[in-house]
């Protein structure tokens, strides 16, 4: 709780009603039960809205764990009409709104991590030697889902990480370990804010350099398949939006930045039957929700009980595709290390196959081959050949350019790279199922051609 009755009380009132209209929240569909203030640290920001930094637990009503978010709740007699899409309600004589969407806000956290600030339990950290830039007023990036950014020119941008776990976010661990070792791979870090909840330290936010003139990968992706669309009688490979050279360096990027990993944070090994074990409790669990898995159900498990022995382990991002890269004008860059949101921390944080990132973009050049056809009874059979024939090129390039930097192909351990390849589709089943069904067809059919190959 805070010192500050009227501020808790509003809280507890109005977010119950507010947080499932923001794209970040991420417990859409749960009845919200209760929320409340954990703590709220006031920020201060000099010539503009009073502001606090507030930690909130929502709790639910199907009774699971609660969920702890942070949000720069400012406060003003009359904001201004920008503010009304993220208006929160009236708190006393004032209005609530979300502060980091107010440029007096942001310029004051800039300036924060640039001097080094600490208020309350909050440490606004600078990197070592790092280039801030002086504060000045930053603009919200629209385009997250489960975090909010906010970008300062074509300096910097801040992660503000909007779900809070106690622990150190494995973004900003991930970072810290390649930067240590000079990676140009990923966007350098400038700094950090950290704090506490339940008096544990927690990662709330982390400032890097922001990559200017730069395309999303998946967007990419998705112009080039629809440059082969055009193009009805061209290959792949005639077209002029040819995507294959850049998914060849992606591959060698990726094997880059696992090198990267090994050599900052070392490398060990698991027992094969401790991730076979994973793998099939997880598909046990998909199919009892979704009867459409039955019939690859023991076509998977034949693909799971191939792999045995040691498996090399090391960090690795965990949650890898095509959205989470960039193409600038000198490479590729890697994003968000969270690993994947819904797993817990410990899982998250845990050595893994460097096949599990490979066979993440495997499946994300699939969506992008075949996104276009969700929901479609009756496909053009062409443009879904040339899908396929988009897909296989792309996977091809990117495993044969991650060898040429990693000294082996990803394809020479055939079962395992399946194997991680499945799992992850198994899971997509269940999330498009749960989110978007008419997607469901990705996946499915993806697993119906990786069991074939095993079949053959």
């Known amino acids: 709780m805070t010192s500050d009755p009227t501020l808790d009380e509003a809280l507890a009132r109005l977010l119950p009603h507010w947080l499932p209209t923001q794209r970040w929240f991420a417990a859409k569909g749960r009845a919200i039960a209760s929320v409340s203030v954990v703590a709220a640290v006031p920020l201060p920001v000099a010539d503009g809205p009073r502001v606090d930094h507030v930690l909130v637990a929502v709790a639910f009503a199907d009774g699971g764990p609660a969920q702890h978010y942070q949000l720069h709740v400012a406060r003003d007699t009359a904001p201004a009409g920008e503010f009304d899409h993220v208006t929160i309600g009236p708190v006393g004589d004032r209005i609530a709104y979300d502060g980091l969407w107010d440029p007096r806000v942001t310029a004051w956290l800039l300036g924060a991590v640039r001097t080094g600030t600490e208020v309350g339990d909050l440490r606004f950290i600078p990197e070592p030697g790092a280039e801030i830039p002086e504060p000045g007023p930053g603009r919200v990036l629209g385009v ?111 094997a880059i930045v696992h090198a990267q990993l090994r050599t900052a944070l070392g490398e060990g090994s698991r027992d094969a039957a401790e991730l076979v074990a994973n793998w099939t409790a997880r598909l046990d669990t998909a199919v009892a929700e979704i009867p459409d898995l039955a019939p690859y159900t023991e076509a998977i498990r034949a693909v799971y009980a191939e792999v045995a022995g040691s498996v090399a382990t090391q960090r690795v991002h965990g949650d890898l595709h095509l959205g989470q890269t960039l193409r600038t004008p000198q490479g590729w860059l890697v994003l968000d290390f969270e690993g994947e949101p819904a797993a817990p921390l410990a899982e998250r944080v845990r050595p893994d196959s460097a096949l599990r990132d490979v066979a993440g973009m495997l499946r994300s050049f699939d969506y992008a081959a075949f996104h276009s056809f969700a929901g479609d009874p009756e496909p053009d059979q062409q443009r879904l050949w040339h899908a396929g024939e988009w897909a296989q090129r792309n996977r091809a390039a990117f495993c044969d350019g991650y060898a040429l930097r990693a000294g082996r192909d990803p394809r020479e351990d055939g079962a395992l790279l399946r194997a991680f390849e499945l799992d992850k589709a198994v899971y997509e089943v269940v999330y498009e199922t749960r989110n978007r069904p008419s997607w469901v067809s990705i996946p499915l059919d993806s697993i119906a051609r990786l069991v074939a190959v095993t079949r053959s």
């Open 144 to 254: 997250e889902q489960s975090n909010t950014s906010v970008v300062w020119g074509d300096c910097s941008i801040l992660k503000t990480f909007r779900l809070v776990q106690p622990g150190v976010n494995p973004d900003l661990e991930l970072h810290r370990a390649l930067r240590s070792v000079g990676s140009t791979q990923v966007a350098a870090l400038q700094g950090a804010v950290e704090g506490t909840l339940h008096d544990e330290p927690v990662t709330l936010g982390m400032l890097q350099d922001y990559a200017a003139n730069s395309a999303d990968g998946w967007a990419m992706a998705l112009a080039s398949v629809r440059d082969l669309f055009a193009e009805a009688d061209l290959h792949a490979d005639e077209v002029g939006g040819d995507f294959a050279g850049e998914a060849a360096r992606l591959g060698e990027t990726i």
